[in-house]
């Protein structure tokens, strides 16, 4: 069922927003913005972590990294350190084919990835990286947990507005079709607005398209 939900979006092209309003207008990743405009792309998530401004754990990590995923990267105790920059972001969508970069922690080599047009979210762009440094203390385990529990596994749709993430408990027949009846529902509105030359009150509020 998740193959099926991520074919449909992809091949709809669904927004963030309408997958939004699927889910009680939730799911955002905050601080992910799209480097690059004018991408669409959507996957399973592949969670990886960076922590105390290392990111050797992450070096580690992405070698796990499958085509076609959108790998998600967080980071925790790094302050405004960046995670990656130009070399990893090549390795994980040129050589490990993944589908896109989504961080809500800065990148560096920003000139490189701008000029790249690689399919990269992240909260901003900073010269100053993470070291590459063995940190023999690990991840508190409780924090670790949750947030591979969110994360690892779910789904991401990305766009120009952001990144929603659908977590696995919503990968079930109905939710891709409460997915395809909102695409119906957009197609309605729109016909109201653009043909009948509707006011948005009777359309989005009284709904008069259902008299």
């Known amino acids: ?17 309408e997958i939004a309003d699927c889910m009680g207008k939730s799911g955002l ?47 925790f105790h790094c302050g405004k350190r960046a995670t990656i920059g130009e070399l990893v972001a090549k390795y994980l969508l040129l050589y490990r084919g993944a589908a896109a970069i989504i961080s809500n922690t800065n990148m560096r080599d920003g000139a490189r990835l701008i000029k790249e047009n690689y399919p990269i979210w992240c909260k901003g762009l900073t010269p100053i990286g993470c070291f590459n440094t063995q940190i023999k203390k690990p991840l508190e385990d409780r924090l670790l ?24 408990k919503y990968h079930t027949p109905e939710f891709l079709q409460k997915v395809k ?9 729109f016909e109201c607005l653009d043909h009948k030359k509707w006011n948005t009150f009777d359309i989005v509020c009284r709904k008069k398209y259902l008299d």
């Open 145 to 168: 947990e949750e947030h591979r529990e969110t994360y690892d596994g779910s789904i991401a749709v990305c766009d120009d507005s952001g990144v929603v993430i659908i977590p696995q």
């Open 181 to 189: 009846q909102i695409e119906e529902q957009e197609d309605i509105w």
């Open 29 to 75: 990743l905050e601080n992910a913005n799209a480097l690059n405009k004018g991408k669409f792309k959507v996957g399973n998530v592949k969670w990886v972590y960076a922590y105390n401004e290392s990111n050797w754990p992450l070096h580690e990590q992405i070698q796990e990294v499958n085509t076609k995923d959108i790998v998600m990267i967080e980071a």
């Open 1 to 17: 069922m998740k193959e099926q939900i991520i074919q449909y979006i992809k091949e709809n092209r669904v927004s963030t927003t």
